[in-house]
Nanobody
Framework: QVQLVESGGGLVQAGGSLRLSCAASRSIFSINAMGWFRQAPGKELEFVAAITWTGGSTYYEDSVKGRFTISRDNAKNTGNLQMNSLKPEDTAVYYC??????????????????WGQGTQVTVSS
């Protein structure tokens, strides 16, 4: 079992930046992957980005490619999502998720077993 806690959300103007962090309650050296998802009001949960913990391979949803960067810090048991050039349509609650099992998919809710409570990101125009 592991608990995940997101931080770093807030209100920012369009074009600005935020850095989200996902802190784990214990060592997550052995996790397979961490992902970030978001859910805007009235919309379904959407995949944003994922990273494999060992190899560091990254995956992004098309609308955030070139603007968001996912990373991990084994020493601090954290994952991060750097968000630049933010747009109003990025407004959502952002969730981090993790899994220990191996899987070839990274973009579905069911690909992850542990979830944080979410952090609000609001981008004003």
């Amino acid at each position: 079992q592991v608990q995940l806690v997101e931080s770093g959300g807030g209100l920012v103007q369009a074009g600005g930046s935020l850095r989200l962090s996902c802190a784990a309650s214990r060592s997550i050296f052995s996790i397979n992957a961490m992902g970030w998802f978001r859910q805007a009001p009235g919309k379904e949960l959407e995949f944003v980005a994922a990273i494999t913990w060992t190899g560091g391979s990254t995956y992004y949803e098309d609308s955030v490619k070139g603007r968001f960067t996912i990373s991990r810090d084994n020493a601090k048991n954290t994952g991060n999502l750097q968000m630049n050039s933010l747009k109003p349509e990025d407004t959502a609650v952002y969730y981090c998720a993790a899994r220990f099992r191996r899987d070839i998919s990274y973009t579905r809710r069911s690909d992850y077993d542990y979830w944080g409570q979410g952090t609000q990101v609001t981008v004003s125009s």
